[in-house]
């Protein structure tokens, strides 16, 4: 069965830095990705998109890489702040339906 | 724009209790999910709702759970009898669905359930 995988321990940072959220996947060919934001006691959030036949996305100071070959996207924050300290998803879908498979998340402290 | 809502946001159970979740989705999307959230863990479908018919609920527990979308606008879940390990967040979202490529969701504030 399909397995997507992100890093469970908290990965903890300091200001000004570049955090790097990492997501694997096995069994499962997807026609796009997408991450989430996902902050205590609510909902989460969409932040990007990157489709199969994309390398590289950009929004502000965040950037996904998508890496077909080897099964993994890559979610980057730069100059990270504390207020991006949450949970952060990664989830993969096809175009044949509307479904989301989503990882377990990777919590984000940025130390101020 | 009104986001997703869903009611209650808590709610605390006794096990072989009933519970019902009550979720509106943003107006004009067709599709339609229902999630389970256990803590330090990610969503996981329960069940897909494309208008008022069901997609997908192969992760559902039928045996106790049940869910209905009437008028293919907002939408109930409901857990008869509840057991302890259904203690979890019920995460709702929508989408716009028919004819969008991809599938961007938006997402309730989620109900938080205690069985006790």
């Known amino acids: 069965s399909q397995k997507i995988e992100q890093n469970s321990e908290a990965l903890n940072i300091q200001e000004g830095k570049t955090a790097t959220l990492t997501c694997n996947y096995t069994?499962?060919?997807?026609?796009?990705l997408q991450w989430y934001r996902q902050d205590p006691g609510r909902g989460p959030v969409f932040l990007l998109l990157?489709?199969?036949?994309?390398k590289e996305k950009r929004k502000e100071r965040l950037k996904v890489t998508f890496d077909t070959t080897l099964k993994q996207s890559l979610f980057h924050i730069t100059a990270s702040q504390p207020a991006d300290s949450a949970t952060y998803l990664c989830a993969l879908g096809r175009d044949s339906s509307y479904k989301l498979i989503f990882g377990s998340g990777t919590r984000l402290l940025v130390r101020p | 724009e009104a986001g997703v809502a869903q009611s209650p946001r808590y709610k605390i159970i006794e096990k072989r209790q009933s519970v019902a979740f009550w979720c509106n989705p943003i107006s004009g999307h067709a599709t339609l999910y229902w999630y389970q959230q256990i803590l330090g863990q990610g969503p996981k479908l329960l069940i897909q709702f494309q208008n008022n018919g069901v997609v997908d609920d192969s992760q559902l527990p039928k045996d106790r759970f049940s869910a209905e979308r009437l008028k293919g606008v907002d939408s109930t879940l409901k857990i008869q009898p509840a057991k302890l390990e259904d203690s979890a967040v019920y995460l709702c979202?929508?989408?716009?669905?028919?004819?969008?490529?991809?599938?961007?969701?938006?997402f309730g504030p989620g109900t938080r359930l205690t069985v006790l």
């Open positions: 990157i489709r199969e036949n994309e």
């Open positions: 979202a929508s989408s716009l669905g028919a004819g969008v490529s991809y599938n961007e969701q938006f």
């Open positions: 069994n499962y060919s997807p026609a796009y």
